[in-house]
């Protein structure tokens, strides 16, 4: 009788074990579910394929993905002697390669991703626009983004940071629209497409060109709001130039140096976030006695960046500087430029504020709302400024010798001060410290006008 009880026991005390590893199992394997990475959301592109006609062909094979901008744009009312007065994003890609001569160089294929001025696309919008680019990518043999040219600066940076195939991808534009006298349009449209099809610049990142001169997209600005030779690039000058008989590239930019390494691939792999974790980042503009309310404002409207553009060194006034340190204590990350269009501001890498290097404030935006998408962590933030931010120069010569531009000195970016006090003849000079700037107002130039519409090739 005893055995017979202390069976029953013993089974039902089995059978309590065996529910109890159920449950535990369960729990363990619903936790490994929640905490398993859920797809990220991509959109999908109706990217034509290679004609069999351009697969039989020598030529390398161009895709022109189009946006709109000036370069697609319509004289109003007729008047084709009118540069300002147009519709921007009227004609379609399609359209605009068929009126041109033949190509000499290459075949080209056409793809409508919008057609609108660039000012009306959104963040998001960039997101779907690099990976429509990646996705032609995989088939073509390099790209050509015709955009307006208003933001095109930021679109081709954004497009550097975030693009991960090697070929070449060429932004373009114009300062006039497509069908008025002395146009820019179709010649600039025909050299982006030679410049694409020659590989010079395979490894380069993104590049702009215009007006027959290539930049390196970190590094080139519009300058002037009418000019066909608006585009330049401060401190550094042009890449190369296209002539009739040939694109001719002169320097190359300093990620080149690391082509066919991991080192080449920047962080930021939009394949691996949503869109909606792009973050809000701001500029805030600097002047005579400038107010914090800018700055307030922004971080109220949910900003978790803000790029200050500063006087000379980066400085900021003290209202705006205050209103800087109440942010910071409330986790908002800056990044200090200057608003004088060239000088470096050097970072230090622990301070609470990131300089911006030689950066302008329109594209230390791209990469400060580009990193905030991928971490949170400050000191990370920073290296990324100090590497893919600086473009710096290093050369290694052999596995021993490594040749670098590279400052290593402690450099601050802080509050800005009058004064610097006279080391004494004992101490090492201190760098002058950065302070920093605020968002530029926006240009009485005029605007590319066309009606606001959602990006017409995504899917």
Do not use: C
């Not at 449950?23 to 905490?35: E, F």
């Not at 959109?43 to 094979?61: D, M, W």
């Not at 409207?301 to 340190?325: E, F, L, N, P, V």
């Amino acid at each position: 009788m005893t055995n017979i009880v202390k069976s029953a026991l013993g089974k039902r005390f089995v059978a309590l074990l065996l529910l109890l590893s159920m449950i535990t199992g369960t729990v363990v394997v619903s936790r490994n579910l929640a905490n398993a990475a859920e797809p990220v959301p991509l959109p999908t592109f109706n990217i034509p394929p290679v004609s069999a006609e351009f697969e039989a062909s020598e030529k390398p094979n161009v895709l022109v993905v189009a946006t709109g901008g000036t370069i697609a744009g319509a004289a109003r009312d007729g008047d084709k002697t009118n540069f300002q007065n147009y519709a921007a994003g009227t004609y379609t890609m399609a359209d605009m390669v068929a009126q041109l001569p033949l190509h000499k160089t290459a075949d080209v294929s056409t793809f409508q991703f919008g057609n609108k001025g660039s000012g009306s696309y959104s963040i998001k919008d960039l997101y779907d626009l690099s990976l429509a680019v990646d996705t032609a990518l995989a088939t073509y043999d390099s790209v050509v983004v015709t955009t307006g040219t208003d933001t095109m600066e930021e679109i081709a940076y954004f497009l550097d940071l975030t693009v991960r195939s090697e070929k070449p991808v060429v932004v373009t534009g114009a300062m006039r629209p497509w069908d008025v006298i002395g146009t820019d349009a179709p010649a600039n449209l025909y050299q982006a497409i030679k410049v694409a099809s020659s590989n010079k610049t395979k490894w380069f990142g993104t590049v702009l060109m215009l007006n027959d001169v290539i930049y390196a997209a970190r590094e080139v600005t519009k300058t002037n709001a009418h000019r066909l030779d608006t585009f330049d690039a401060p401190m550094f000058g042009a890449l190369g130039y296209v002539d009739d008989p040939a694109v001719r590239i002169y320097r190359a930019p300093a990620r080149a140096i690391k082509a066919g390494t991991e080192a080449w691939a920047t962080p930021f792999d939009l394949k691996t976030i949503a869109k909606d974790s792009l973050p809000i980042v701001e500029i805030a503009y600097s002047y005579q006695e400038a107010g914090g309310g800018a700055i307030r404002g922004f971080v109220e409207d949910g900003a978790k960046g803000i790029i200050t553009a500063g006087t000379g060194a980066g400085g900021i006034s003290s209202k705006m500087s205050q209103a800087r340190s109440a942010a910071i204590q409330q986790g908002v990350v800056f990044v200090t430029t200057t608003r004088t269009g060239s000088g470096t501001m050097y970072d230090s890498g622990t301070s609470s504020t990131i300089g911006g290097d030689n950066l302008n404030a329109a594209h230390a935006r791209m990469l400060l709302l580009l990193s905030l998408a991928f971490t949170s962590d400050l000191p990370t933030i920073h290296s990324w400024f100090q590497s893919f931010g600086t473009g710096d120069v290093e050369i290694s010569v052999d596995e021993n010798t490594v040749l670098t531009t590279s400052i290593e000195e402690e450099s601050v970016v802080e509050e800005p001060v009058v004064e610097v006090e006279v080391p004494t003849p004992s101490v090492e000079p201190t760098v002058e410290p950065s302070a920093e700037p605020t968002p530029e107002p926006e240009s009485s130039a005029p605007v590319e006008t066309t009606p606001v519409e959602e990006p017409v090739g995504v899917k």
